[in-house]
């Protein structure tokens, strides 16, 4: 069974500091995605990767992807408070999405 | 630009009754799923429909669950005898398919009591 795994769950942090969220995920796929979440919102779609070293990059978020590690990452570069937030990464095997814990981040002027 | 619709935001029912939830996917894509978003825990895959039929489901989707496309534009997820533990906030998504990311409505919030 596809287990995606996000670590940390909770972070906060401090403006202008960086920080990088992990996301393992146990079934090889080549398809991973970041959504963000604001609170009682839907999920708006940040990255999709599909290629071992893929890297995109949306303004303070950066997102990568090792397909032999089974393994995304999420990087914030200087916080701002409007990033506060939940990531949440996802997998797709075959139409099935499976998605992570979610990391509630939470960014302190 | 055009965006997944659900109707209604918020629906309360009695434990045991049915439940409909609406979706409106954007209308060129292919694809359609219903995610559950327990309150404060994660979003779990409920079921994915291509081309008028059931191309996955998960372990959540059991019989009380079915989904249909009654229409060319609806997409419709069924709860025959509602529990307690349904209570959820269900998205609904579509996608144009292979490899694009899948376009989320605002979801429904489910009330059971």
């Known amino acids: 069974e596809l287990k995606v795994e996000q670590n940390p769950l909770f972070l906060s942090m401090q403006e202008g500091k960086n920080y990088t969220i992990y996301c393992n995920y146990s079934?090889?796929?080549?398809?991973l995605y970041w959504y963000r979440q604001d609170p009682g919102k839907s999920l708006e779609s940040l990255f999709v990767l599909l290629s071992n070293g893929a890297v995109k990059q949306e303004g303070r978020l950066m997102a990568s992807l090792d397909t032999k590690a089974r393994l995304s990452t999420l990087h914030i570069t200087a916080a701002v408070h409007d990033l506060s937030a939940t990531y949440f990464c996802a997998v797709d095997i075959d139409n099935d999405m499976r998605f992570g814990a979610g990391t509630r981040l939470t960014v302190k002027p | 630009e055009p965006e997944v619709t659900q109707t209604p935001s918020h629906q309360v029912t009695q434990m045991g009754q049915e439940v409909i939830l609406r979706c409106v996917p954007i209308?060129?894509?292919?694809?359609f799923y219903w995610y559950r978003q327990i309150l404060g825990q994660k979003v779990e895959f409920l079921v994915s429909f291509y081309n008028n039929e059931i191309s996955e489901k998960s372990e959540i989707f059991d019989d009380q669950f079915s989904v249909e496309r009654p229409d060319g534009s609806n997409f419709t997820l069924k709860i025959r005898s509602t529990k307690l533990e349904d209570s959820a906030m269900y998205f609904c998504?579509?996608?144009?398919?292979?490899?694009?990311?899948?376009?989320f409505g605002p979801g429904t919030r489910l009330t059971v009591t």
């Open positions: 209308s060129n894509h292919l694809y």
């Open positions: 079934t090889t796929s080549d398809r």
């Open positions: 998504a579509s996608g144009p398919g292979g490899v694009n990311e899948q376009y």
